[in-house]
């Protein structure tokens, strides 16, 4: 499978791949595009964990941001949003 999100430029790919290994992360990468190549889910999930990324398609079982509450409990924090973003009082 591949992923733009885990992509890099081209000129870069010896520099991440070792970045990769020091991770225990196992990914190739597009010669011509800088395209992250993943051999399979378990590494997906693995890279995106290590890597901070959100897999939009995930399932169940796959990496999801830490910062999104676990039970309706707890918040997110918002004082980095945009004062654009926030509701007006």
């Not at 430029?9 to 970045?19: H, K, L, T, Y």
């Not at 999104?68 to 004062?83: L, M, N, Q, R, W």
Request: overall charge negative; charged content about 35%.
């Amino acid at each position: 499978m591949y992923s733009d999100a885990l992509g890099i430029n081209p000129e870069q790919i010896e520099e991440q791949m070792a970045a990769d290994k020091e991770m225990g992360l196992s990914l190739d990468y597009e010669k011509d595009t800088g395209r992250c190549v993943i051999p399979d889910q378990a590494m997906l999930k693995k890279a995106c964990v290590a890597n901070g990324i959100h897999h939009n398609d995930a399932g169940y079982s796959d990496a999801v941001p830490s910062d999104i509450p676990k039970d309706d409990t707890e918040t997110v924090d918002d004082s980095t949003a945009e004062e654009s973003w926030k509701d007006p009082d």
